[in-house]
Nanobody, 119 residues
C-alpha cells in the first residue's frame, strides 16, 4: 500500500506563488507517473500536471507557462511550483501516483491540500 502526503497549500494573493510537495512511501516495486490533480467546489477533478519516472511532463492548458512539475526519484517526491496564481486556481490539489505491484500498476491518491488565491 502506497501512502501519499501533500504539503505546501495555503492562501496567496493573485499573482503570487506557492510550491506543493508530495512524498510517496510504501512502494516496493517502483513508481511510474506522479502528478497533481485539482478539484474546485462543484466541479470535477481535473488534471493539472504529471511527470513520468524518466521526466516526461504533461500540463493542462490552463497552467502551461505558470506551473512547473518536478520530481526527485531518490525520495519518491513530486513538486508543483505554481507562479502567477489566479483566483481560478483555487481548489483542493491532490497528489497522484501510479505505482507498480508484483503484477499490475495501481493508482494512489493523497488526501489533498487546499490552495486559495484571493486578495
Amino acid at each position: 500500500q502506497v501512502q501519499l502526503v501533500e504539503s505546501g497549500g495555503g492562501l496567496v494573493q493573485p499573482g503570487g506563488s506557492l510550491r506543493l510537495s508530495c512524498v510517496a512511501s510504501g512502494s516496493r516495486f517502483g513508481i511510474n507517473a506522479m502528478g497533481w490533480y485539482r478539484q474546485a467546489p462543484a466541479q470535477q477533478r481535473e488534471l493539472v500536471a504529471t511527470i513520468t519516472n524518466v521526466g516526461t511532463t504533461n500540463y493542462a492548458d490552463s497552467v502551461k507557462g505558470r506551473f512547473t512539475i518536478s520530481r526527485d526519484n531518490s525520495n519518491n517526491t513530486v513538486y508543483l511550483q505554481m507562479n502567477s496564481l489566479k483566483p481560478e486556481d483555487t481548489a483542493v490539489y491532490y497528489c497522484y501516483c501510479n505505482a507498480r505491484t508484483q503484477w499490475i500498476a495501481l493508482n494512489y491518491w493523497g488526501q489533498g491540500t487546499q490552495v486559495t488565491v484571493s486578495s
